[in-house]
């Protein structure tokens, strides 16, 4: 049974670019949370989604946008990339009503230059 | 809102040596507890919890912590470590209901070296 799928693994972006990262939860899981972990920090709450909609949302400002399919995959986006964005993004899944049971992927490294 | 504070950023031990990972926490609310492991390029793996009962929970590797809320800790012990549990720890907390369920604050992480 596959668990939390993101990619890529890696990417390399230029500052102001735009970037899409991409998660696909654990099979029977249908809430996806989005997390940036910088070099040497702990992650930091970025937004979940469930049911197609933000849920809840972290302090990051309004150019990280995310969406969720109704097949429960769900995508983060990052408009006017800053060199501070470079970081590993990490991807969880659960399920609503579960107490929580989740399972984080291997993340996304994105550095920005 | 919370906040975790993770008292030691490295913590070196030798192996077959007892070890203690600090982690205390800061929340106006009743909180969930966690653990997490992480390996070099790897995502986070649950190491244990803690949502209600015994305040003192066990992983299937030998770890353990106890929930203390007066001194609002949950610190993670291993009698005997081995080189394989040279990771990355992290401390997370999470508010027990409204609006913040499911958002999970980390602390900081606290590199583990097993030396032989």
């Known amino acids: 049974d596959a668990g939390v799928t993101q990619s890529p693994t890696h990417l390399i972006k230029t500052r102001g670019q735009q970037v899409t990262l991409r998660c696909s939860p654990k099979s029977g899981h249908d809430t996806v949370s989005w997390y940036q972990q910088a070099l040497g920090q702990g992650p930091q709450f970025i937004f979940q989604y469930y049911e197609e909609e933000e849920r809840q949302r972290g302090n990051f400002p309004d150019r990280f946008s995310g969406h969720q399919f109704p097949n429960y995959s769900s995508e983060l986006n990052v408009n006017a990339l800053l060199l501070g964005d470079s970081a590993l993004y990490l991807c969880a899944s659960s399920l609503a009503t579960g107490t929580y049971g989740y399972t984080f992927g291997s993340g996304t490294r994105l550095t920005v230059v | 809102a919370q906040s975790v504070t993770q008292l030691d950023s490295q913590v070196p031990v030798f192996e077959e040596a007892p070890v203690e990972l600090r982690c205390n926490y800061s929340s106006s609310v009743s909180v969930y507890l966690f653990w997490y492991v992480q390996y070099p390029n790897q995502g986070l793996q649950l190491l ?35 080189i394989s549990d040279t990771a990355e720890y992290f401390c997370a907390v999470s508010e027990s209901g409204g609006t913040s369920y499911g958002k999970l604050t980390f602390g900081q992480g606290t590199i583990l070296t097993v030396h032989p």
């Open chain 2, 48 to 82: 244990l919890k803690y949502l209600s009962g015994s305040t003192l929970v066990e992983s299937i590797n030998g770890f353990e912590a106890e929930f203390n809320k007066s001194q609002t800790s949950f610190h993670l012990r291993k009698p005997s470590v081995h």
